[in-house]
């Protein structure tokens, strides 16, 4: 599956219409960020169960700005709408392929639980 631009118009839509989604915040000026895009397309490539999304932080700027990204490039999953990571810089191709598998073997009804514990706790 080829890797999605995102922005203002389809990123909550994407969010809600798919269960797995990791979403590279980038800019083009950004050196880091153009290392990690081959990275980032050639594990895609081998994941059809993924959204693999970018989001260009110089043309969405409040998207990078309701998530509080401040260094780029930051790489956020999603699984179930629900934020299970978010985190600045490129990684090496091992290190993303091994997030990749401890994101997919996350058992989300507990991850669901933990958040509703957490906010109950806040109320």
Known sequence: ????????????QT????????????????GPCRSFAPVYDKVSADHDDIVF??????????????????SIPTLMIFRDQIII?????????SSFRQLIAKASELDMAEVRRQVESQQQGRA
């Open 53 to 70: 999304a970018k989001v260009n932080t110089e043309e969405e700027q409040q998207i990078a700005a309701h998530f509080s990204i401040r």
């Open 15 to 30: 969010i809600k219409d798919n269960a797995f989604v990791i979403v590279d915040f980038w800019a083009p000026w950004c």
């Open 1 to 12: 599956m080829a890797v999605v631009e995102l922005n203002a118009q389809n990123f909550e």
């Open 85 to 93: 990571f978010s985190q600045p810089g490129a990684l090496p191709e």
